[in-house]
T-cell receptor
Framework: RKEVEQDPGPFNVPEGATVAFNCTYS??????FFWYRQDCRKEPKLLMS???SGNEDGRFTAQLNRASQYISLLIRDSKLSDSATYLC????????????????FGKGTLLTVNP | DGGITQSPKYLFRKEGQNVTLSCEQN?????MYWYRQDPGQGLRLIYY???????QKGDIAEGYSVSREKKESFPLTVTSAQKNPTAFYLC?????????????FGDGTRLSIL
Protein backbone atom coordinates (compact mmCIF):
# COMPACT_ATOMS: atom_id res chain seq x y z
CA ARG A 1 0.00 0.00 0.00
CA LYS A 2 1.35 3.39 -0.92
CA GLU A 3 2.07 5.74 1.96
CA VAL A 4 -0.46 8.29 0.75
CA GLU A 5 -2.85 7.45 -2.04
CA GLN A 6 -5.34 9.79 -3.69
CA ASP A 7 -8.02 9.56 -6.35
CA PRO A 8 -6.07 9.69 -9.62
CA GLY A 9 -8.50 12.08 -11.30
CA PRO A 10 -8.70 14.31 -13.19
CA PHE A 11 -12.04 15.74 -12.15
CA ASN A 12 -13.95 18.01 -14.51
CA VAL A 13 -16.99 19.64 -12.94
CA PRO A 14 -19.30 22.56 -13.81
CA GLU A 15 -19.35 25.70 -11.71
CA GLY A 16 -21.53 25.27 -8.67
CA ALA A 17 -20.96 21.53 -8.39
CA THR A 18 -19.94 19.73 -5.23
CA VAL A 19 -16.77 17.68 -5.55
CA ALA A 20 -15.15 15.25 -3.11
CA PHE A 21 -11.54 14.13 -2.92
CA ASN A 22 -10.52 10.99 -1.11
CA CYS A 23 -7.19 9.97 0.34
CA THR A 24 -5.92 6.95 2.24
CA TYR A 25 -2.69 6.62 4.20
CA SER A 26 -0.78 3.55 5.25
CA UNK A 27 0.87 4.52 8.53
CA UNK A 28 -1.51 4.25 11.47
CA UNK A 29 0.96 6.29 13.57
CA UNK A 30 0.46 9.35 11.38
CA UNK A 31 -0.04 12.41 13.50
CA UNK A 32 -1.45 15.20 11.43
CA PHE A 33 -3.07 15.76 8.11
CA PHE A 34 -3.38 18.55 5.61
CA TRP A 35 -4.82 19.46 2.26
CA TYR A 36 -2.64 21.60 0.05
CA ARG A 37 -3.56 23.22 -3.22
CA GLN A 38 -1.09 23.53 -6.08
CA ASP A 39 -1.71 25.69 -9.12
CA CYS A 40 -0.04 24.80 -12.41
CA ARG A 41 3.74 25.35 -12.20
CA LYS A 42 3.45 26.92 -8.75
CA GLU A 43 4.35 25.89 -5.24
CA PRO A 44 1.89 24.01 -2.99
CA LYS A 45 -0.06 26.22 -0.61
CA LEU A 46 -1.74 25.08 2.57
CA LEU A 47 -5.50 24.90 2.09
CA MET A 48 -6.47 23.53 5.46
CA SER A 49 -5.43 21.25 8.27
CA UNK A 50 -7.62 18.24 8.97
CA UNK A 51 -8.77 17.69 12.52
CA UNK A 52 -10.14 14.52 14.07
CA SER A 53 -13.58 15.99 14.58
CA GLY A 54 -13.75 17.29 11.03
CA ASN A 55 -13.51 20.95 10.15
CA GLU A 56 -14.99 23.44 7.78
CA ASP A 57 -13.65 26.60 6.20
CA GLY A 58 -16.26 28.31 4.07
CA ARG A 59 -17.05 26.05 1.14
CA PHE A 60 -14.39 23.52 2.14
CA THR A 61 -14.96 20.64 4.56
CA ALA A 62 -12.26 18.22 5.63
CA GLN A 63 -12.84 14.95 7.44
CA LEU A 64 -10.59 12.34 9.00
CA ASN A 65 -11.37 8.72 9.81
CA ARG A 66 -8.44 7.33 11.78
CA ALA A 67 -9.90 3.83 12.00
CA SER A 68 -10.08 3.57 8.22
CA GLN A 69 -6.98 5.73 7.67
CA TYR A 70 -8.97 7.90 5.34
CA ILE A 71 -9.11 11.65 4.72
CA SER A 72 -11.55 13.57 2.56
CA LEU A 73 -12.02 17.08 1.22
CA LEU A 74 -15.38 18.35 0.06
CA ILE A 75 -15.73 21.51 -2.01
CA ARG A 76 -19.24 22.93 -2.28
CA ASP A 77 -20.45 25.43 -4.87
CA SER A 78 -17.21 25.14 -6.81
CA LYS A 79 -15.77 28.23 -8.49
CA LEU A 80 -13.58 28.59 -11.56
CA SER A 81 -10.79 29.68 -9.21
CA ASP A 82 -10.92 26.31 -7.44
CA SER A 83 -9.26 24.73 -10.50
CA ALA A 84 -5.96 23.33 -9.24
CA THR A 85 -4.30 20.13 -8.08
CA TYR A 86 -5.26 19.10 -4.55
CA LEU A 87 -2.60 17.34 -2.51
CA CYS A 88 -3.30 15.11 0.46
CA UNK A 89 -0.44 15.41 2.94
CA UNK A 90 0.28 13.33 6.00
CA UNK A 91 2.77 14.19 8.74
CA UNK A 92 4.36 11.22 10.44
CA UNK A 93 7.24 10.52 12.73
CA UNK A 94 10.38 10.12 10.66
CA UNK A 95 12.23 7.66 12.89
CA UNK A 96 10.98 5.45 15.66
CA UNK A 97 11.35 7.15 19.02
CA UNK A 98 12.80 10.24 17.44
CA UNK A 99 11.42 13.73 17.28
CA UNK A 100 11.64 14.24 13.56
CA UNK A 101 8.53 14.48 11.48
CA UNK A 102 8.22 14.39 7.74
CA UNK A 103 5.45 15.27 5.38
CA UNK A 104 4.43 12.61 2.89
CA PHE A 105 2.59 13.87 -0.15
CA GLY A 106 0.05 12.18 -2.35
CA LYS A 107 0.45 12.62 -6.09
CA GLY A 108 -2.47 15.00 -6.17
CA THR A 109 -5.81 15.14 -7.92
CA LEU A 110 -6.36 17.68 -10.68
CA LEU A 111 -9.63 19.57 -10.56
CA THR A 112 -10.93 21.65 -13.45
CA VAL A 113 -14.05 23.70 -12.86
CA ASN A 114 -15.75 24.63 -16.11
CA PRO A 115 -18.01 27.63 -16.76
CA ASP B 1 6.65 40.67 4.04
CA GLY B 2 7.82 37.43 5.68
CA GLY B 3 8.35 34.47 3.44
CA ILE B 4 10.60 31.99 1.72
CA THR B 5 12.60 33.10 -1.29
CA GLN B 6 14.07 30.68 -3.76
CA SER B 7 16.44 31.62 -6.55
CA PRO B 8 16.89 31.38 -9.38
CA LYS B 9 13.44 30.63 -10.76
CA TYR B 10 14.94 28.73 -13.71
CA LEU B 11 18.34 27.05 -13.89
CA PHE B 12 20.13 25.07 -16.55
CA ARG B 13 22.87 22.60 -15.82
CA LYS B 14 25.57 21.39 -18.15
CA GLU B 15 26.89 17.84 -18.09
CA GLY B 16 29.32 17.32 -15.18
CA GLN B 17 28.45 20.61 -13.53
CA ASN B 18 27.43 21.26 -9.95
CA VAL B 19 24.73 23.87 -9.43
CA THR B 20 23.45 25.48 -6.24
CA LEU B 21 19.87 26.46 -5.53
CA SER B 22 19.28 29.18 -2.98
CA CYS B 23 16.63 29.18 -0.26
CA GLU B 24 16.28 32.04 2.22
CA GLN B 25 13.55 32.58 4.83
CA ASN B 26 12.83 35.52 7.11
CA UNK B 27 10.15 33.74 9.13
CA UNK B 28 12.57 32.85 11.94
CA UNK B 29 11.74 29.19 11.34
CA UNK B 30 14.03 26.56 12.79
CA UNK B 31 13.35 23.76 10.31
CA MET B 32 13.92 23.85 6.58
CA TYR B 33 13.36 21.24 3.88
CA TRP B 34 14.18 20.52 0.25
CA TYR B 35 11.81 18.58 -1.99
CA ARG B 36 11.86 17.51 -5.57
CA GLN B 37 8.72 17.23 -7.71
CA ASP B 38 8.61 15.35 -11.01
CA PRO B 39 5.66 15.66 -13.42
CA GLY B 40 2.63 13.76 -12.16
CA GLN B 41 4.43 12.81 -8.97
CA GLY B 42 4.19 13.76 -5.35
CA LEU B 43 6.91 15.73 -3.62
CA ARG B 44 9.88 13.71 -2.41
CA LEU B 45 12.11 14.80 0.46
CA ILE B 46 15.78 15.35 -0.38
CA TYR B 47 17.25 16.84 2.80
CA TYR B 48 16.00 18.59 5.88
CA UNK B 49 17.48 20.59 8.72
CA UNK B 50 15.91 21.10 12.12
CA UNK B 51 18.50 23.51 13.42
CA UNK B 52 21.57 25.47 12.37
CA UNK B 53 24.64 23.33 11.61
CA UNK B 54 22.60 20.14 11.48
CA UNK B 55 20.89 18.39 8.58
CA GLN B 56 19.60 14.93 7.73
CA LYS B 57 19.13 12.94 4.54
CA GLY B 58 15.66 12.49 3.23
CA ASP B 59 14.33 9.79 0.92
CA ILE B 60 16.37 10.72 -2.16
CA ALA B 61 19.57 12.42 -0.95
CA GLU B 62 21.98 10.74 -3.37
CA GLY B 63 23.57 13.26 -5.72
CA TYR B 64 22.63 16.24 -3.55
CA SER B 65 24.33 18.15 -0.75
CA VAL B 66 23.22 20.91 1.63
CA SER B 67 24.57 23.22 4.31
CA ARG B 68 22.91 25.12 7.14
CA GLU B 69 25.40 27.70 8.36
CA LYS B 70 22.74 30.30 9.09
CA LYS B 71 19.19 29.92 10.37
CA GLU B 72 17.71 31.76 7.43
CA SER B 73 19.58 29.96 4.66
CA PHE B 74 19.52 26.36 3.39
CA PRO B 75 21.20 26.07 -0.03
CA LEU B 76 20.95 22.86 -2.05
CA THR B 77 23.74 21.74 -4.39
CA VAL B 78 22.83 19.39 -7.21
CA THR B 79 26.04 17.56 -7.99
CA SER B 80 27.16 15.88 -11.19
CA ALA B 81 26.43 12.56 -9.44
CA GLN B 82 22.70 13.29 -9.76
CA LYS B 83 22.04 11.73 -13.16
CA ASN B 84 18.46 12.86 -13.55
CA PRO B 85 18.32 16.36 -12.07
CA THR B 86 15.53 17.80 -14.24
CA ALA B 87 12.71 18.59 -11.83
CA PHE B 88 10.91 21.29 -9.88
CA TYR B 89 12.75 21.94 -6.60
CA LEU B 90 10.84 23.28 -3.62
CA CYS B 91 12.17 24.62 -0.36
CA UNK B 92 9.94 24.70 2.71
CA UNK B 93 10.17 25.72 6.34
CA UNK B 94 8.30 25.31 9.58
CA UNK B 95 8.81 26.91 12.94
CA UNK B 96 9.83 23.73 14.75
CA UNK B 97 11.09 20.61 13.02
CA UNK B 98 9.94 18.22 15.71
CA UNK B 99 6.35 19.31 15.47
CA UNK B 100 3.20 18.60 13.55
CA UNK B 101 3.10 22.01 11.97
CA UNK B 102 2.39 22.36 8.26
CA UNK B 103 5.19 23.53 6.04
CA UNK B 104 5.24 26.67 3.94
CA PHE B 105 6.91 26.67 0.55
CA GLY B 106 8.99 28.98 -1.56
CA ASP B 107 7.93 29.42 -5.18
CA GLY B 108 10.40 26.87 -6.49
CA THR B 109 13.30 26.50 -8.92
CA ARG B 110 12.96 24.63 -12.20
CA LEU B 111 16.17 22.86 -13.11
CA SER B 112 16.82 21.51 -16.59
CA ILE B 113 19.71 19.83 -18.33
CA LEU B 114 21.36 21.61 -21.24
Amino acid sequence: RKEVEQDPGPFNVPEGATVAFNCTYSNSASQSFFWYRQDCRKEPKLLMSVYSSGNEDGRFTAQLNRASQYISLLIRDSKLSDSATYLCVVNMRWNSGGSNYKLTFGKGTLLTVNP
Amino acid sequence: DGGITQSPKYLFRKEGQNVTLSCEQNLNHDAMYWYRQDPGQGLRLIYYSQIVNDFQKGDIAEGYSVSREKKESFPLTVTSAQKNPTAFYLCASTDRGGSNQPQHFGDGTRLSIL
